[in-house]
């Protein structure tokens, strides 16, 4: 059994209300039950956090390590583009993780096309929608079960 984290950057919380046209109709909480669905169907445990706080982000990758965390899913939302705390503290930690977005972020404005994650993740899977984070949690659980097939 291994822990995936999954975090969840500002304004996520406002999932169901938010632009719909950009992030859908489901909220946080419907995501990472579904999410919540596939890991204990891989017999993996879930812990799922969001929060509009960037050191909030920051101090749980920072207690990942000690905490046993294997794997992490991360939509940092505006930190994506923003954020060099948040890809320092990763970029220490040294887990693995695949960076998520619901929506197609190089289709979008122009300051959204730069991300300082992701030349550090696995993989990157953004715009479609909740299925941006189901793939991810099944490219996760297949790189826990078998870390030959994404490296
Ligand atoms: C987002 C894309 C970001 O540009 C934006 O700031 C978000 C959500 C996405 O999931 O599509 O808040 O990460």
């Given at each position: 059994?291994?822990?995936?984290l999954?975090?969840h950057g500002?304004?996520?919380?406002?999932?169901?209300?938010r632009?719909?046209?950009?992030?859908g109709n489901?909220?946080?909480?419907?995501?990472?039950?579904?999410?919540g669905?596939?890991?204990m169907?891989?017999?993996h445990e879930?812990?799922?956090?969001?929060s509009?706080?960037e050191?909030?982000l920051?101090?749980?990758?920072?207690?990942?390590?000690?905490?046993?965390?294997?794997f992490m899913?991360i939509?940092?939302?505006?930190?994506?583009?923003?954020?060099?705390?948040?890809?320092?503290?990763?970029?220490?930690?040294?887990?693995?993780?695949?960076?998520?977005?619901?929506?197609?972020?190089?289709?979008?404005?122009?300051?959204?096309?730069?991300?300082?994650?992701?030349?550090?993740?696995?993989?990157v899977?953004?715009?479609?929608?909740?299925?941006?984070y189901e793939?991810a949690?099944?490219?996760?659980?297949?790189?826990?079960?078998?870390?030959?097939?994404i490296?």
């Open positions: 059994m291994a822990k995936i999954t975090l500002p304004n996520l919380n406002l999932l169901g209300e632009e719909p046209e950009h992030y489901l909220t946080l909480e419907e995501i990472n039950k579904k999410l669905i596939l890991a169907d891989a017999e879930l812990e799922t956090l969001q509009n706080a050191n909030v920051v101090e749980r990758i920072h207690t990942a390590l000690a905490d046993g965390i294997d899913l939509n940092p939302a505006a930190f994506t583009h923003t954020s060099i705390a948040l890809r320092d503290a990763i970029s220490a930690t040294k887990i693995p993780f695949i960076e998520i977005h619901l929506s197609n972020i190089y289709s979008r404005e122009k300051f959204r096309q730069t991300s300082y994650f992701s030349d550090l993740a696995l993989g899977i953004s715009g479609f929608g909740l299925l941006s793939m949690m099944t490219a996760a659980i297949i790189h826990l079960n078998d870390s030959k097939v490296e």
